[in-house]
């Protein structure tokens, strides 16, 4: 890294690295209760609206989908104005997300809930490039655990959200709306507040100070920042270890989508109600966010390909326990969902941090909005694939072949290896 070395004596004991990890942490919190809130009912209320079990995985794949799309704009924002707009942008498209869900759900509008699930997603954009900005004043040498404290903040929201179902009940009797579309009504309460504490926290704006901070120690550091998402996308295939970053985020993120979206329905065919499927997907949320700090130490002390690839072996575990779990509620299922998450995890703290370390501050919004681009598009194609296959085939079948995808990321950290990266222009 070019400006590496410099910023990491600025960043030692920095008040103002310190304030934008506790914001962002807060606005996880927030994000996570938003997102997590309509996580457990999304295939649910897709499977009603729609009236069929195969488009039971697109409302929760359109989602990604949208988190994907809509990393696009953000990343150009974030460039231009820094991560304070780019990140609200994301809370303000979700929180239009969650209204035309709950109106989806009480005009039966299918057409609609796809529409409104791809807004939806702008709240998994938010909480994607937090991590992103928790990075962007750290030294160097803590950039894994800083990246990581930001993503373990999420557990709390994340864990609370799916029990929010049971809950929301009441809440969606009193408002005369369709049960499944009441945790949706959380979800605009959350995105509210997070959008708040952004605008009203986090100054200044760390990617804006980052860039000052690399002119005030080098002069020559001075130029534009890039937002452009092909651009971003020339810089990770230039860099091996970029690109082993963006391989790892985006195939342990399409391993835990596809066989998680497809986990609420096949508790529900084998007759679980909806606070145990809600238990169990907050387990999953656990398994995802809970143990982040001790992720990103080991980053910080092993480096992003160990970790990597002691991630990869995790989702392997967790997709051969899905694998072999019958229909309904079984503690074969929740310990497969929880290592689920925390094989996600390992991939997302060490993903990232791959890719931060190997491109320079002005490149970062561009390859950081393309590797999130390529991480949902590649959880679109799982989740939209996983109601296919458990349709035609079982969740089995679907679960052996996100195994396949989950060995790839340990043949992706043998094979790619650190060479000089190629000059882009």
């Known amino acids: 890294m070019t400006d590496a070395a410099p910023l990491e004596e600025t960043t030692r004991d920095d008040p103002v690295q310190r304030r934008t990890v506790a914001t962002l942490s807060m606005s996880q919190v927030l994000g996570g209760i938003s997102l997590a809130s309509g996580v457990a009912v999304g295939a649910l209320l897709a499977e009603e609206v729609s009236g069929s079990p195969t488009y039971a995985g ?4 359109f989602q990604v989908i949208g988190s994907a799309l809509i990393a696009v704009p953000m990343a150009r924002v974030s460039a231009a104005r820094g991560r304070r707009p780019g990140l609200a942008l994301g809370y303000v498209l979700s929180f239009a997300g969650a209204l ?8 039966g509008s299918f057409a609609l809930l796809l529409v409104a699930s791809l807004l ?5 954009a938010s909480n994607n490039q937090a991590r992103y900005a928790a990075a962007d004043l750290a030294q160097p040498a803590h950039r894994g655990r800083d990246l990581s404290l930001v993503v373990w903040a999420t557990t709390i929201g994340s864990v609370l959200g799916p029990n929010l179902v049971g809950p929301s009940e009441p809440v969606s ?5 369709p049960r499944l579309t009441g945790p949706f009504v959380f979800s605009l309460v959350g995105l509210t507040l997070a959008v708040a504490v952004l605008m009203w926290r986090l100054r200044p704006d760390p ?5 000052r901070r690399a002119v005030d120690l080098d002069p020559h550091a001075a130029g534009r920042t890039h937002g452009s998402i092909t651009r971003g996308l020339r810089v990770i295939a230039a860099r091996p270890q970029a690109l082993l970053g963006v391989l790892t985020l985006a195939l342990g993120h399409m391993t835990m989508v596809s066989v998680m979206v497809m986990t609420p329905l096949h508790m529900r065919h084998g007759h679980a109600d909806l606070t145990v499927i809600g238990f169990v997907i907050s387990m999953h949320i656990l398994g995802m966010f809970a ?3 001790l992720t990103g130490m080991a980053v910080d002390r092993l480096g992003g390909r160990t970790v990597a690839m002691v991630g990869s072996g995790i989702l392997v575990v967790a997709t051969l326990l899905a694998s072999s779990a019958p229909m309904g509620h079984s503690n074969r299922l929740l310990a497969g969902l929880f ?4 094989g996600w995890s390992c991939t997302l703290v060490s993903g990232s941090t791959l890719l931060t370390a190997a491109v320079p501050t002005g490149e970062r919004p561009g390859a950081q909005g393309a590797s ?11 989740g939209a694939l996983a109601g296919v296959v458990v349709d035609r085939a079982s969740f089995s079948a679907l679960a052996l072949g996100a195994l396949v995808v989950a060995v790839s990321i340990g043949v992706a950290a043998l094979v790619l290896r650190d060479r000089e990266a190629i000059s882009v222009r």
């Open 372 to 382: 999130d681009l390529v991480m949902g598009l590649s959880a679109g194609l799982g």
């Open 339 to 342: 290592l689920l998450g925390l």
């Open 207 to 211: 990617l804006v100070e980052a860039r």
């Open 100 to 107: 035309g869900l709950i109106v989806s759900g009480i005009v």
């Open 173 to 177: 009797r009193l408002l005369g709306i």
């Open 58 to 61: 697109l409302g929760s794949t």
């Open 291 to 293: 143990f982040s700090p």
């Open 120 to 124: 939806f997603g702008g709240s998994t």
